[in-house]
């Protein structure tokens, strides 16, 4: 089947700046959609693409991220495709049919959002995390794109939902949580391969906790900050009890001569 989204006798995605050459574009690509992903993280109110955390809001990440580069950022894509994953060992991996990506996605984003997450250990946080976000990458709703935007929205999402994660750990290590995804998702039934979480719930644990100990590491500096506040303050009302003191003092001493 001919793919209508990329130039004719090539590989490279058709693109709004008319580079032909796949690596010139890659390049390209990167360099602006870091941009528009600092944009993201650095936006704490989520006022820069509001949405309910649910499919559409999805693809509002999507085009914000790819708005330079492609006409159909933000779109889902119209045809199925599938991808030779290194995670694999060059096996194809075939991503959700066209007409399944919008069920798909939107079971999942539902759940993410009704889930008592301040009631689940830590573990069980990243199980059912860790599923939910799989499920979204796995659908592949977009030609191009998928994974850093389902990292952005799902960065986003768990701030809203307060269960905040260090993005860095995420971010500084694309290319093993890339793999990871690809584990968390494959499987064969004929041949009886089943979903690896393992390396998937192990960074994102690892985002959990390092957040959690950022958080307890700047309460303690806080803390440390007021005792030392409270120590000098504690010792001005000494100096000034010690000096009334001494007038007190001076003036029965000068009342007696």
Known sequence: MTDPYVYESTDTLINRLNI???????????????????????????????????????????????????????????VDIEKSEIALNGIDFQY????????????????????????????????????????????HAFREGNTRTTIMFFIKAANKLNIPLKYEILTDNSEYLRKALVAASYEDKEIEISRNFTYLNRIIKDSFESYEQKDQHRKTLEDLKNDINDSRADKRRSLIVKKDKVKNNKGISDKGR
């Open 96 to 139: 959700s049919p066209v007409d399944n990506i919008e069920e798909e996605i939107t079971k999942s984003l539902k759940e993410l959002n009704k889930t008592k997450w301040e009631k689940l250990s830590l573990d069980e946080r990243v199980t059912n995390f860790t599923f939910l976000l799989s499920n979204v990458w796995k659908a």
């Open 20 to 78: 032909k050459d796949n690596e010139m574009l890659m390049k390209v690509e990167k360099e602006f959609t870091t941009i528009r992903m600092k944009q993201i993280i650095d936006d704490e109110d989520g006022k820069l693409i509001k949405g309910d955390y649910d499919y559409e809001h999805l693809k509002s990440f999507h085009k914000y991220i790819f708005q330079d580069i492609y006409e159909w950022a933000g779109q889902k894509r119209t």
